[in-house]
């Protein structure tokens, strides 16, 4: 299932020419290692296509899961929710233009 | 006390006597029989009690005294020992639960800010609950800085300096702004010892970090003048 969201967000990214990627994960209870490289992979190709991408809605058991997996995690931004998030995108979207 | 008086060799004028003295001495021995019996039954009771009685002083509440294998009189005694000690199991529990609520506060400073002050010795546990609770705070409150106040701990160990940079990184996945503030020279010295990289903003006091978490919700402290 994460395969078939990875395929289709970055597949609508190049279809509809988003900036903004939001990730919302407030409703899963909790994650395995598997998903949670996914949506890192995700996020991480969506900035490759020039997209601000941000994972929003961690809960605390997910952020501890994440935590002792010992992933990367500064490589991808967080926010606390979904209105955090926008401004988030808006950040990362104006740094991108700066960037071209 | 086996020795009985021969009866058979007694002539008929001493039978009545000796057969008497039979009895008392059988008597006594049934009387000692029973002496025996009780003081095996109190040594028994008395034991079991004291087992009981000096392991929950040691601390540990959780044995209690066989009633199964106590007599009668003694059980009594025993439930009420051991009521005792589950009452004191109770109450010991009721505190240190209370305990916990209150030695790791996580409140809601102002709209988008919290803070936990961590105040005495901190153990391991009680790193972990305010990792928990911090976190549970900062998703119920949708918080955008989270600090963290350790002005009223002294020391702290590796271990309780280890689960507090775990702390600021979960903050982090989290996608709020870690604070820490309040550090004593010995706790810096500690952090810089351990060889941890701190990947959070630290400031000297919580006013300082209440001002930077402030200004990262854009809101900035003014001083007013007042017409007099």
Redesign the interface.
Known sequence: MVVQLQKEALEKIKRTGATGLLIDVSSLDIIDSFVARSVINIARAAKHLGTATVITGISPEIALTLLQMGFRWSEVETAINIEHGFEKLEKQKRALKKHK | MSARVDLSKLSEKYKQTGEDTNKMISATEENIKKLNEQRTHLSRAISSFDSVLSSASKGDLSSRVDLRQISKEYKQTGENINKMISATKEATEDLESLLKELSTPCIKLWEQIVAMPLVGTMTSDRARDAM?TI??S??EY???VAIIDITGVLVIDTMVADRLI?TL??I?????EPVLTGLSPDIASTLVGIGIEL?AVTKPSLADGLGYALEFVNKEIREVSKES
Do not use: P, Q, S
């Not at chain 2, 982090?172 to 709020?176: D, P, S, T």
């Open positions: 928990e976190l549970r900062i998703t949708d918080a955008r775990k990184k979960a982090k996945i989290l996608g709020a990947d």
